[in-house]
């Protein structure tokens, strides 16, 4: 899991976030979201994007509104198919 994230490959870096996750490490729970988030990979832009803007988020993300808003009505307009926009309704 850790060569594929290290590598690029989002799945992976998600995949190691959770590891990380379970083990209560959530610096680089954290950083492996953020990083998946960065390549623009559906999923990790709408959880780091949910973070960001919940003031009391349990993995301890410093919340920023206005990057929340940003990433998440990306995800509403681009609308890339599955449950995305939906998702975003029940975050908004």
């Known amino acids: 899991m850790k060569a594929s994230a290290e590598n690029g490959y989002p799945p992976?870096?998600?995949?190691?976030?959770?590891?990380?996750?379970?083990?209560?490490?959530?610096?680089?729970?954290?950083?492996?979201?953020?990083?998946?988030?960065?390549?623009g990979y559906v999923e990790a832009v709408f959880g780091y994007g949910?973070?960001?803007?919940?003031?009391?988020s349990a993995f301890r993300f410093v919340q920023n509104l206005v990057k929340s808003y940003a990433l998440l009505s990306l995800l509403y307009e681009l609308d890339g198919?599955?449950?995305?926009?939906?998702?975003v309704d029940d975050v908004f």
Do not use: H, P
Request: proline share 0%; net charge neutral; charged share 30%.
């Open 50 to 56: 949910s973070y960001l803007g919940n003031d009391q």
């Open 81 to 87: 198919g599955g449950n995305v926009r939906r998702d």
């Open 12 to 39: 992976g870096m998600m995949g190691l976030a959770a590891i990380y996750i379970e083990k209560e490490d959530l610096k680089n729970f954290r950083l492996w979201n953020e990083k998946a988030a960065n390549t």
